[in-house]
């Protein structure tokens, strides 16, 4: 079965370095989602992706944030200037479509630590 | 108001019993209300939703009921398994929006 992809599954940030987690979505999906979840926490969407555009993003997604589509298989989300709040799981999900009836498939996650 | 409201917190089945996990919600603008299974170190994987059309979905083991009145929706597995020990999550999302808007998650246990 296809998988969401993402790496590295682990990565440690000294606090205002940039970050860039990575994830090859689902060949055929064009819709692409990061979502994060601090330690013990509900997981909190961030931003949705199509058509090389932001389609809807959560007020936590402020102006350190971007994603970007490098190429045709890889979606990134680049934190500019880390802090230590910014430690959580993130995980990047695809979908063929935006519609309900289309889910999203999410990736293993990428576990972010900020010293 | 965007907030799903999951309960309980963690559950403790013994092999063969029903678990039974809870979700409410307050906007009546959800229009699809998904339960995902995450298992240690995986992602969330969808397990079964529902639209509020219909009042409840079975799909082997995993049943949901949805109540649209009461705002509510609850999850049950039936013949529980000790292979059913993961954490549970609802969650809702309308149809205007992409996200999905997550409950706090159950904790499943199930004894051998």
């Known amino acids: 079965e296809p998988e969401v992809t993402q790496t590295p599954s682990h990565q440690v940030t000294q606090m205002g370095q940039e970050v860039i987690l990575r994830c090859v979505p689902i060949s055929n999906h064009l819709y692409f989602y990061w979502y994060r979840q601090i330690l013990g926490q509900k997981v909190e969407f961030l931003v949705s992706?199509?058509?090389?555009?932001?389609?809807?993003k959560s007020e936590i997604f402020d102006d350190q944030f971007s994603v970007e589509r490098p190429d045709g298989s890889n979606f990134t989300l680049k934190i500019r200037s880390t802090k230590l709040e910014d430690s959580a799981m993130y995980f990047c999900?695809?979908?063929?479509?935006?519609?309900?009836?289309?889910?999203?498939?999410f990736g293993d996650g990428t576990r972010l630590s900020i010293l | 108001q965007q907030q799903v409201k999951q309960s309980p917190q963690s559950l403790i089945v013994q092999k063969g019993g029903i678990s039974i996990i809870n979700c409410a919600y307050e906007n009546t603008a959800f229009d699809y209300f998904p339960w995902y299974q995450q298992f240690p170190g995986k992602g969330p994987a969808l397990l079964i939703a529902?639209?509020?059309?219909?009042s409840e979905k079975k799909e082997g083991r995993f049943t949901i009921s949805f109540n649209k009145s009461a705002k509510q929706f609850s999850l049950h597995i039936m013949d529980s398994q000790p292979g059913d020990s993961a954490t549970y999550f609802c969650?809702?999302?309308?149809?205007?929006?992409?996200?999905?808007?997550f409950g706090s998650g159950t904790r499943l246990l199930v004894r051998p």
């Open positions: 992706f199509y058509n090389n555009e932001i389609s809807e």
């Open positions: 969650a809702a999302r309308m149809d205007s929006s992409y996200k999905l808007i």
């Open positions: 999900a695809s979908s063929e479509a935006g519609t309900w009836a289309q889910p999203q498939h």
């Open positions: 529902i639209r509020p059309d219909v």
